[in-house]
């Protein structure tokens, strides 16, 4: 094994290159996944002390063309250990860990083989169990495990086994017909326009098995067939391309509502009638005022890219407490777990990429159920006010400017230099009239800029896993992040080995 596997580790999942192009070899391979199917279960076994010949682990996979090969080295290594293997086939991620809780399956442990929106050559592993998605802990275990396991033969996967998404359909159709106040036919959804856009995902399934059984005229969805080349758009509620795809869809079919999964579904975003696009911090807004008016009064966690208008939104306009955490949907969703074991009360975890967890539905990042929420509230609106899902949020202030910047790190230490860019981050900003360093701030230096010098706010922080610091920048008027982005490369022009072309080019 020439494969350093360490290099997989990509936070709480696995991720590599299955397909080798001009720029990138492979280091994701069937003997390779059999490894870690063989790590996963013996792990699993230890974890729940028993032998693994008492242990049922599922697979499942998205559209990715690669996702066949890697299933049959998992599930070979399953196998090898004595434990048993179900074969899932297509299916989304949210499903995959629910076939660990659901009664009709209880599997012991569940594997998805995804890459969420990477590029086409890219796959990777998740993996759960009843208490949810493996730790970055975990999968290091998992490593450690794997790198003491000699490759061995892989056998074809059985034919994959019909069922777990039908019984997780009619789940997510339950909680639309049970949460639209007064629906009293079979079909609640009768007279409304809901389309779909999968990007070429697993996620074709929410239109035939939970739309159209509640009655919703669907014409007009699109790119719903599974095609792991993702030919169409890239699958990502975060790209501009696909939102833009999904507004032009819903404009042109007069649709109420539009739905984009990523590939694997365990996130979304929607586009009102209108041609509203709902993504980020406006998604946030929106499922915020759902939960809130559920739950008055409950804590919402965030990532730390969240704006001002938002936290503004929460605390002022709809009378939650907003905590804004770490990146990372994991860190948002422990964060959530934290705090109600402490007895806070928090029944939303959701980061601006569109990773949404709710409390009463295990916190578990689900996309599909994030928008199961949204639709019996948009039909509710519909009976009750005439009014359309945008409304929820037509009090949420948005900024005038926002961008990106990411700063390359150069040294071969680069947590090291970022921590200690940070560091004198801190001390810049109070030389700088006008500008203040945020308290209870969990990530990086995030700093408010008065009026004046910039009327907004900025936030540096450390990539998760890359040789970067992202810059995120806001601002209330026109030309105020030009401002605070004029002050910050003061700030790093007299840094070395670092690189920060996109500031640069945006101020030229």
């Excluded at 559209?63 to 890697?70: F, G, K």
């Excluded at 578990?364 to 928008?371: E, F, Q, S």
């Excluded at 998760?464 to 008027?477: A, F, G, T, W």
């Amino acid at each position: 094994m020439n494969t350093d596997l360490k290099k997989l580790q990509n936070g709480s999942d696995l991720r590599g290159v299955a397909i080798a192009t001009e720029k990138e070899q492979v280091n994701l391979n069937p003997e390779i996944a059999s490894l870690f199917g063989r790590a996963f279960t013996l792990w699993l076994a230890d974890k729940m002390h028993c032998t693994p010949e008492k242990l049922v682990i599922s697979v499942g996979n998205d559209s990715r063309i690669t996702a066949e090969p890697l299933k049959a080295g998992i599930i070979s290594g399953i196998k090898s250990t004595g434990a048993s293997a179900k074969n899932f086939g297509l299916a989304s991620t949210p499903a995959m860990f629910m076939s660990t809780i659901m009664m009709e399956f209880s599997c012991s442990g569940s594997v998805m083989i995804t890459a969420s929106h990477l590029p086409y050559n890219r796959n990777g592993f998740k993996f759960f169990t009843a208490d949810g998605g493996l730790e970055k802990n975990d999968i290091s275990a998992l490593i450690s495990i794997a790198e003491k396991l000699a490759p061995e033969k892989i056998t074809s996967a059985s034919a994959a086994e019909p069922g777990l998404m039908d019984v997780y359909s009619a789940f997510l159709a339950e909680k639309i017909s049970k949460g639209i106040a007064g629906a009293v036919t079979e079909k609640p959804l009768s007279g409304l326009k809901i389309i779909v856009d999968a990007g070429n995902g697993a996620g074709g399934f929410f239109v035939e098995k939970v739309l159209k059984p509640l009655g919703a005229d669907t014409s007009g969805s699109q790119f719903l067939e599974p095609d792991g080349m993702f030919p169409n758009h890239e699958p990502n509620p975060e790209n501009d391309d696909a939102m833009k795809s999904i507004q032009s869809a819903v404009l042109a079919s007069k649709a109420d509502l539009g739905i984009i999964f990523d590939t694997d579904v365990d996130r979304a975003a929607i586009v009102d009638s209108d041609g509203t696009i709902i993504n980020r911090n406006s998604l946030i807004a929106l499922i915020a005022s759902i939960i809130l008016k559920e739950h008055p009064g409950t804590t919402i966690v965030t990532d730390s890219v969240t704006s001002d208008g938002l936290a503004d939104f929460i605390n002022n306009t709809l009378g939650g407490r907003h905590h804004r955490f770490r990146r990372g949907y994991k860190n948002v969703i422990n964060e959530a777990i934290r705090l109600n074991s402490e007895g806070k009360d928090c029944h939303l975890a959701i980061e601006t990429s569109g990773h949404g967890a709710i409390k009463e539905n295990f916190f578990l990042d689900d996309g599909a159920y994030l928008v199961v929420k949204i639709i019996a509230e948009m039909a509710k609106l519909r009976i009750e006010k005439n009014a359309v899902i945008s409304s929820l949020i037509k009090d949420l202030r948005h900024p005038a400017e926002e961008k990106e910047f990411r700063i390359s790190l150069l040294d071969a230490n680069f947590t090291t230099q970022g921590k200690n860019i940070i560091g004198s981050l801190e001390k810049f900003v109070l030389s700088r009239k006008g500008w203040s360093i945020v308290p209870e701030n969990y990530e990086g230096v995030r700093v408010s800029c008065s009026s004046g010098n910039g009327d907004g706010w900025f936030l540096m922080r450390l990539s998760l896993h890359d040789p970067v610091i992202p810059l995120n920048i806001e601002s209330e008027v026109r030309g105020g992040v030009k401002q605070i982005a004029e002050e910050i490369l003061d700030f790093l022009k007299p840094l070395i080995n670092i690189k920060f072309d996109s500031l640069q080019k945006y101020l030229s």
